[in-house]
Each structure stands twice: as C-alpha cells, then as structure tokens.
C-alpha cells in the first residue's frame, strides 16, 4: 500500500506525528478522510494548521478525479459473501456485497446479531464456497459476541472452530469515542490482517445513550456521519462489506402500519447502500425486507436462526 509514515507529510514533524497517532489517526489515509475540525479537537493542534495538514495528505493519497471507466473495472471486484440463507443471498443479490455497506435493522431479538455472527465464520470461505477468503473484525459494542456460538456454527458447517475463532479479530467498545478510535484504526488495521469483512454492532447504540435530548441531536448526527462515511471509505479502499446493525425507534405519531422507524434518522439512511429490515415471523421464524437500496428490489426473504447460524425458513 501507500506510504503510511506521517512524518513524510509536509508541516509534520515527530512530535505531531505522535500526537496524531495517539489519537488513533495512524495513516495517512485516515488524516485525508476525517473532517479537519475533528482531527483539532481529538490532537488539540491548531486548526489552521491541521487544514495543511489535512491538504498535504490529500494530495499524497491522490483524493481527485478518475474516468468512469476506472470505477466500472473497480466494480468488476465486487465479491459477495454468502449469509448462509439461500434465501437472504437472493434478497441482497447473492450476499453481502463488497464496496458497499449494508445495514441490518431490527428490534430486539430480531436476529442481527446472529446474522453477524454467521457472517462472520462465512466470510473466511473460500471464494469458490461463498466466502471472501479473509480475516473478520468484529466491533461489538453491546457485548454480545459469544464466541461459544461461533465455535457451534463452524462445527455445524464441519470448519474447525478452534481456526475460525482465531480468524476473527474483535474490538470491544465501550463508548461512542472508543468506537471511533477503532474505525480510525481499521485504515491501519484491515491491510495489515488481511481482514475482508468488518461488522459494527451495533453502529448506533452508543450514540442513542450518550447524546440524549434534543440539545445533543445535531452533534450526535455528526459524529454518526463522519463514522459512516469512514467506513463507506473502507469498503471502497479495501475491497471489503461493512455490516452493521440499526436498532428501531418507536414513532407515536405514526397511527397506521409498522409504528417503529429505523434509529439514526437521514444520516443512517443516506450513508448505507443496503438497507435491510428484520422482523419476527410465525413459528419463530424471522422475515428480512430490503427497504432501500440504489438496485435491489423491495422484496422479503424468510430464514430461521439455527445451530448453522441462519439458514432458509419454508413459507
Ligand atoms: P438486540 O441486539 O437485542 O437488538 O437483538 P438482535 O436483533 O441482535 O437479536 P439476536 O440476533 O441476538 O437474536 C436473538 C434470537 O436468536 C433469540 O431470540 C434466539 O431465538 C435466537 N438464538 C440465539 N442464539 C441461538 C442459538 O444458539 N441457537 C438457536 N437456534 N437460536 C439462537
Ligand atoms: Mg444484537
């Protein structure tokens, strides 16, 4: 990959150099992506001065023009990553795409996570079998990552748990600024560990509890927003599908059809490419509908939650 040593950028000496890295922003590529007040506020360093800063890392990762041709060969990579749901994989267009981010919206005990944790034993297939061949990061900020499941689904799908635990590299967050310490981080991280899928759940949660009230709404959003174009960056930069899951938010004013939105409001909305809604079916099945997205049509798939993880649910 590129250079990645700060100190090459123009106007960065060693002691900016550390004070950059300490607040998580390790490459280059991160200081080009986060938005300059950001990076003044989490290093303390003059504004004036990070906008040079920011500009000289711009110019090194080469943020301008390319043909639409380019992109059309960039997107001729795109690798889908099997849910293990016959079903699912038809409602997303054959699996979890990459370049793109896909978010999975539910109340509790709709089955995110466990749609998370089968992903990510899929994702280290190999390609031939559904998979995208790499390492996993799973940012958990609920504490619900039970690795004594993960270890069951690789054994119902005859991997070897042991293996595909070791696969899976897990940050714990434990509030919203943690969170964002680590996406800064996964610029870092995700080339390094041959990572090829990274899931956040859930994105919002954090957010939700720390900026209550009205008062605290537009700053919340913009946190939200530059975590999510961050990731948008990574999916794009290194060939990979960001997952992430969305928790629901009562409307009271809505008096016909489902009362519950998804949380994050525009922000959330306008940020993921796929948008997918969880609800529980009968006999504990579980029904997912793609809400929005720039190319797959609205429709509905039914799946089951399993010793396999997910797999297909019959009408
Ligand atoms: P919140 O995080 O609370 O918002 O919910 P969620 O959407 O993440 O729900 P989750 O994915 O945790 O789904 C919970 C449901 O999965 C439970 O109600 C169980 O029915 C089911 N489940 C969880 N673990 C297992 C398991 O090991 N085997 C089976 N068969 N089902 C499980
Ligand atoms: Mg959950």
């Known amino acids: 990959m590129e250079n990645n040593d700060l100190a090459t950028l123009d106007g960065v000496g060693p002691a900016m150099s550390s004070k950059l890295k300490s607040a998580g922003l390790t490459?280059?590529?991160?200081?080009?992506?986060?938005?300059?007040?950001?990076?003044?506020?989490?290093?303390?360093?003059?504004?004036?001065?990070?906008?040079?800063?920011?500009?000289?890392?711009?110019?090194?990762?080469?943020?301008?023009?390319?043909?639409?041709?380019?992109?059309?060969?960039?997107?001729?990579?795109?690798?889908?990553?099997?849910?293990?749901?016959?079903?699912l994989n038809e409602l997303l267009g054959g699996g979890i795409e990459t370049q793109a981010m896909t978010e999975f919206i539910g109340e509790y005990g709709a089955g995110k996570t466990q749609i998370c944790l089968t992903l990510s034993v899929m994702a280290q297939l190999p390609v031939e079998k559904g998979g995208l061949n790499g390492n996993v990061v799973y940012v958990d900020t609920e504490g619900t990552f039970i690795p004594e499941?993960?270890?069951?689904?690789?054994?119902?799908?005859?991997?070897?748990?042991?293996?595909?635990?070791?696969?899976?590299?897990?940050?714990?967050?434990?509030?919203?600024?943690?969170?964002?310490?680590?996406?800064?981080?996964?610029?870092?991280?995700?080339?390094?560990?041959?990572i090829k899928l990274v899931i956040v759940d859930s994105m919002i949660g954090h957010f939700r509890g720390e900026y209550v009230g009205r008062e605290n709404l537009s700053e919340r959003q913009q946190k939200l927003n530059s975590q999510l174009h961050k990731l948008l960056r990574i999916t794009e930069a290194f060939n990979l599908p960001v997952m992430v899951t969305n928790q629901v938010q009562a409307n009271p004013a809505q008096f016909f059809g489902d009362p519950n939105r998804p949380a994050g409001g525009h922000v959330m909305a306008h940020a993921c490419t796929h948008r997918v809604f969880l609800r529980k079916g009968g006999k504990g099945t579980r029904i997912a509908r793609v809400i929005d997205s720039p190319y797959l049509p609205e429709n509905t798939a039914r799946f089951k939650i399993t010793e396999k993880g997910v797999e297909d649910a019959q009408e």
């Not at 001065?49 to 992109?71: Q, W, Y």
């Not at 270890?151 to 799908?157: E, T, Y």
């Open 149 to 194: 499941r993960i270890f069951q689904i690789a054994n119902a799908l005859e991997l070897d748990p042991h293996e595909t635990l070791g696969h899976i590299f897990l940050a714990r967050a434990y509030n919203s600024s943690h969170q964002c310490l680590i996406t800064d981080h996964l610029f870092k991280f995700c080339p390094e560990n041959k």
């Open 27 to 87: 490459t280059i590529e991160a200081i080009a992506v986060t938005p300059p007040k950001e990076i003044a506020e989490k290093t303390g360093i003059g504004f004036n001065t990070v906008l040079n800063i920011a500009a000289a890392a711009r110019k090194s990762v080469g943020v301008g023009f390319i043909t639409a041709e380019e992109l059309w060969k960039k997107r001729q990579n795109m690798l889908k990553c099997s849910i293990g749901s016959k079903n």
